[in-house]
Antibody, heavy 118, light 108 residues
Framework: QVQLVESGGGVVQPGRSLRLSCEASGFTFSNYGMHWVRQAPGKGLEWVALIWHDGGSKYYADSVKGRFTISRDNSKNMLYLQMNSLRAEDTAVYHC???????????WGQGTLVTVSS | EIVMTQSPATLSVSPGERATLSCRASQSVSSNLAWYQQKPGQAPRLLIYAASTRATGIPARFSGSGSGTEFTLTISSLQSEDFAVYYCQQYKNWPPITFGQGTRLEIK
């Protein structure tokens, strides 16, 4: 079955870095655009970043542009989010999600919690 | 950026009754709108895409309507498992892809 499993979350001090991973299974990973979407505690959903199926294009929310980098390794069925210069407001559960033609999300991972705190 | 506004923030409905959730876009998104359901501690689940098409496996009691800037998610006869938070999302103009702030559907 189609599955996305995130990892790499944890507690990190402001200004430090963290890399999140998302392992995909049950589908041809290289055929799909992939996103990171985050959810601060008790809050709604916020889109973070998008990478095309072949990694050829990447897009970011203004709130993370210049600090976060999305990447993928289609040979390993893996999606990544490199997060630098972390801030308290980056504290959230980070979900990876599969998109259908850069539109809706038909599959989501359970998420990994990132807490930025001193 | 297209701003999505959902109303009400919280909706209290009795099991078996109908629930109507609204989503408004700050500019036209045509029919490029999806609805998701999220239960505590779980990932969001796709319910509706293209404003009115039910996703695979979604019960017929869920229906979506609207186009342009006004959209509605209707749950015809609420079951206990339907009490959750619901989000709308536009994918007409991006980046950024934007979500509404959510409507919490609670048991009356």
């Amino acid at each position: 079955q189609v599955q996305l499993v995130e990892s790499g979350g944890g507690v990190v001090q402001p200004g430090r870095s963290l890399r999140l991973s998302c392992e995909a299974s049950g589908f041809t990973f290289s055929n799909y655009g992939m996103h990171w979407v985050r959810q601060a505690p008790g809050k709604g959903l916020e889109w973070v970043a998008l990478i095309w199926h072949d990694g050829g294009s990447k897009y970011y929310a203004d709130s993370v542009k210049g600090r976060f980098t999305i990447s993928r390794d289609n040979s390993k069925n893996m999606l990544y989010l490199q997060m630098n210069s972390l801030r308290a407001e980056d504290t959230a559960v980070y979900h990876c999600a599969r998109d259908i033609s850069s539109s809706w999300y038909d599959c989501w991972g359970q998420g990994t919690l990132v807490t930025v705190s001193s | 950026e297209i701003v999505m506004t959902q109303s009400p923030a919280t909706l209290s409905v009795s099991p078996g009754e109908r629930a109507t959730l609204s989503c408004r876009a700050s500019q036209s998104v045509s029919s490029n709108l999806a609805w998701y359901q999220q239960k505590p501690g779980q990932a969001p689940r796709l319910l509706i895409y293209a404003a009115s098409t039910r996703a695979t496996g979604i019960p017929a009691r869920f229906s979506g309507s609207g186009s342009g800037t006004e959209f509605t998610l209707t749950i015809s006869s609420l079951q206990s498992e339907d009490f959750a938070v619901y989000y709308c999302q536009q994918y007409k103009n991006w980046p950024p892809i934007t979500f509404g702030q959510g409507t919490r559907l609670e048991i009356k």
